[in-house]
């Protein structure tokens, strides 16, 4: 083997080394990315898992882009959403589960076949830190969703009238957020007047307006987003 022939050997050896390390990042527990910094091992117990029902929209694991800090891993992990616990889960090979650590600045986690992203986001103002998912990505105003799943108790005794009932889980209501450039975050009324009020008084005719003509209902999601759209065209 010439030097030529050997010098291109070991460049191709040096970037599959890499590129291995690389995707060690999501799976190996000697990496950052599992000892604490970016990722904790999931514990069993932590959400009940007794109860009746589900503290997932979607059980399934799928395959999601994730960006933490900018960063992303080399490989395609499988998560889900835990709208319980307010946590993204990592299935790794071994069968172990593991969730994203929610003290990084930034997480991005955009799955790849339901066409969703979730941010990990922290208001300014009031507002709770958690993962909301983005419906809009405009430049001034976007929509934020949250999803969550409560767990109610349940009864460990009935008495003379009912049953003993088990803890089970139950979806919440949807909420909705508007974020802006300049900080602003805050619940989106669901009513006309609520919104011209509280939200862009100095725009409320153009925004009635908007409303009447377009027959929006504030009810459905995707006339919220048609919403946003105008907002962003008044700014």
């Given at each position: ?13 040096i970037?599959?080394a ?31 898992e007794?109860?009746?029902g589900?503290?997932y ?25 835990n709208a ?60 934020l ?55 862009f ?20 999601e ?14």
């Open positions: 083997m010439n030097l030529f022939k050997s010098r291109v050997l070991l460049t191709v050896l970037c599959c890499f590129n291995y390390s690389q995707s060690q990042k999501i799976i190996n527990q000697n990496n950052h990315w599992i000892q604490g910094e970016r990722l904790d091992l999931k514990t069993e117990g932590r959400d009940g007794k109860a009746i589900s503290p929209l979607n059980a399934n694991f799928q395959p999601a882009r994730i960006l933490v800090n900018g960063q992303p891993p080399s490989v395609i992990p499988n998560v889900r959403y319980h616990l307010d946590e993204i889960e990592l299935k790794h090979t071994d069968g172990k589960v593991y969730f994203l650590n929610k003290n990084i600045d930034s997480i991005k986690v955009a799955f790849v076949n339901e066409k969703k992203t979730y941010m990990l986001f922290s208001p300014k103002n009031d507002g709770v830190k958690g993962f909301y998912v983005f419906l809009t990505t405009n430049d001034k105003v976007n929509l969703k949250k999803e969550s799943i409560r767990l109610d108790k349940g009864t460990a005794e009935g008495n003379g009238y009912s049953s003993p009932k088990p803890p089970s889980y139950k979806n919440n209501k949807d909420e909705y957020f508007i974020v802006s450039s300049d900080g602003l975050f805050k619940k989106l009324p669901r009513k006309k007047k609520e919104i011209t009020n509280s939200l008084p100095q725009y409320s005719k153009e925004i009635t307006g908007f409303i009447k003509e377009n027959k929006l209902k504030l009810s459905r995707a006339d919220m987003i048609k919403l946003i759209g105008f907002f962003n065209t008044l700014q």
